[in-house]
Nanobody, 125 residues
Framework: QVQLVESGGGLVQAGGSLRLSCAAS????????MGWFRQAPGKVRDFVAL????????YYADSVKGRFTISRDNAKNTVYLQMNSLKPEDTAVYYC??????????????????WGQGTQVTVSS
């Protein structure tokens, strides 16, 4: 069972940048497609980005396309989310998760798990 720990969140002004990390335990990390999701207060958990097991394919939500970049380092068992040009509406708890079912473009939360504990990102205007 893969265990995930997110880090790198914080408070940043609009237009700023943050890089989130998701460290995974377990020797099978490199075989999984990984995803980033976010959940704002009072809202459902939404898909942000996903990356294939080798890192060769990525897919983004329209709301972050061109601003966020997902990447991974399988030697370090880590997936990253570089977030640039942040907006107040990006404020949320960000989670990483393993894609456990569905095809590569699967973005529903029910097809992902286990989840990390999340890291808070707050963007001030």
């Amino acid at each position: 069972q893969v265990q995930l720990v997110e880090s790198g969140g914080g408070l940043v002004q609009a237009g700023g940048s943050l890089r989130l990390s998701c460290a995974a335990s377990g020797r099978t990390f490199s075989i999984y497609t990984m995803g980033w999701f976010r959940q704002a207060p009072g809202k459902v958990r939404d898909f942000v980005a996903l990356i294939s097991s080798t890192g060769g394919r990525t897919y983004y939500a329209d709301s972050v396309k061109g601003r966020f970049t997902i990447s991974r380092d399988n030697a370090k068992n880590t997936v990253y989310l570089q977030m640039n040009s942040l907006k107040p509406e990006d404020t949320a708890v960000y989670y990483c998760a393993v894609q456990r079912s569905g095809g590569f473009f699967t973005t529903g939360v029910d097809d992902y798990g286990p989840w990390g504990q999340g890291t808070q990102v707050t963007v001030s205007s």
